[in-house]
Structures are given as structure tokens and as C-alpha cells.
T-cell receptor
Framework: DAGVIQSPRHEVTEMGQEVTLRCKPISGHNSLFWYRQTMMRGLELLIYFNNNVPIDDSGMPEDRFSAKMPNASFSTLKIQPSEPRDSAVYFC???????????????FGSGTQLSVL | AQSVAQPEDQVNVAEGNPLTVKCTYSVSGNPYLFWYVQYPNRGLQFLLKYITGDNLVKGSYGFEAEFNKSQTSFHLKKPSALVSDSALYFCAVRDPTGPNDYKLSFGAGTTVTVRA
């Protein structure tokens, strides 16, 4: 298996522009997470999908952030408009959540390094 | 609420010496505990987990961790460190009985440097 695939690996954009980050989870996984990593705040959970349905988006910083999962093999995280404080590494992770509640371990993608100038 | 504390920002050891990375947790019920490792420019990789059973769990790359309920700790250990173990290590906790049983809370991370 190729693992969790994220694109692009690096994104440099100007303040005010729209940014779209993409993620392909591991085939067969039913849970998908978007995380943001910064030096100041560490790893923050932005949003959690189970079976393509958003379950918890309480970590999404503001309305400028949105995420979708149109099918089991694809998710996007969009920032519109982007701001310099959005600069961070954004990770997508997937796992297999079994009935009964025990999530398996998370598999992380390599991340997208976002720089907003 | 659940949380994890990693009291050391950095740990430096010589190759061949024992390595310990400390972690304490706070959770209302019985915890699920995890260690992940992050190499430069890469995503986090799973090392090991404690769910139930034996307090000493063994994981990838020769790492192990000991669950201590009375001290609410889950320290990561390796008997003989390698230069290739140099990386950023994260402890994480999950409460399987709460309403957010999917949510992992990560510590701030500990940078491990193993010198040759």
C-alpha cells in the first residue's frame, strides 16, 4: 500500500489567495483526520471524518477553513482567504475504526508545508 | 478532559546508552496510550500502544514503554540508542469511554538527539 498520500508537499501563496490541500487515505480505512502542526501550538486536530461524514469540526479555526470528503478515497482542506498565520504543516491521517470503538493506529501522510506570504 | 505532558523538550544521549523519553497523562477513565515518532519532513509514524494487559509493551525499532497507572506515566525506553533514533517523539492519549473516543491528544513532543 502506498500509504496516506498528500498533495502538494509544499505550497507558497500570497495572503488572500485560496489554498486547497488534498489527501488520499489508505484504502479500506474509514476514519480520516486533518491536523495542523506549528512550533507554537504543536499538533492540533482540525476535523475528523468517519465514513465520509464530518463528525467533529470543532478544531477548525474559523470560517475561512473548510473540509470535504466526497468519497472514501479523497478529502480536501480549503483555506479561503489565506492569511500568514495559517502558515504551518498540515497532516492528513487515516485509520480503521472498528465497531466497539477501538480505533486502530493512525497512519499519517508526509504533510503539506504551507507558507502564506 | 484528556491531556499529555512531555516534560523534556530535548533529550541527548550517546550512541549505545539507554534512552528514556518521559510522558505523563491525564484522563478520566482507563487510557489508551501511544507513542509516535516523526523524522524530518515526514509524517508521524506509530511506534507502540498500550490498550490493556501487560504494563510493558514492545514496539517497533527496539522501543518499549511501561504503563504505570499509579504514576500516570507511559515512558518510552530503548536499552541501546542508535544515531538513527534521532527524531521527534510524541506521546498521545485517548479516552475510549468518552464522547470523543476517536480523539487523540498529543504531547508537545521531545526532540531526541543521539550522538555518535
Amino acid at each position: 500500500d502506498a500509504g496516506v498520500i498528500q498533495s502538494p508537499r509544499h505550497e507558497v501563496t500570497e495572503m488572500g489567495q485560496e489554498v486547497t490541500l488534498r489527501c488520499k487515505p489508505i484504502s479500506g480505512h474509514n476514519s480520516l483526520f486533518w491536523y495542523r502542526q506549528t512550533m507554537m501550538r504543536g499538533l492540533e486536530l482540525l476535523i475528523y471524518f468517519n465514513n465520509n461524514v464530518p463528525i467533529d469540526d470543532s478544531g477548525m479555526p474559523e470560517d475561512r477553513f473548510s473540509a470535504k470528503m466526497p468519497n472514501a478515497s479523497f478529502s480536501t482542506l480549503k483555506i479561503q482567504p489565506s492569511e500568514p498565520r495559517d502558515s504551518a504543516v498540515y497532516f492528513c491521517a487515516s485509520s480503521l475504526a472498528r465497531s466497539g470503538g477501538e480505533n486502530e493506529k493512525l497512519f499519517f501522510g508526509s504533510g503539506t508545508q504551507l507558507s502564506v506570504l | 478532559a484528556q491531556s499529555v505532558a512531555q516534560p523534556e523538550d530535548q533529550v541527548n544521549v550517546a550512541e549505545g546508552n539507554p534512552l528514556t523519553v518521559k510522558c505523563t497523562y491525564s484522563v478520566s477513565g482507563n487510557p489508551y496510550l501511544f507513542w509516535y515518532v516523526q523524522y524530518p519532513n515526514r509524517g508521524l509514524q506509530f511506534l507502540l500502544k498500550y490498550i490493556t494487559g501487560d504494563n510493558l509493551v514492545k514496539g517497533s525499532y527496539g522501543f518499549e514503554a511501561e504503563f504505570n497507572k499509579s504514576q500516570t506515566s507511559f515512558h518510552l525506553k530503548k536499552p541501546s540508542a542508535l544515531v538513527s533514533d534521532s527524531a521527534l517523539y510524541f506521546c498521545a492519549v485517548r479516552d475510549p469511554t468518552g464522547p470523543n473516543d476517536y480523539k487523540l491528544s498529543f504531547g508537545a513532543g521531545t526532540t531526541v538527539t543521539v550522538r555518535a
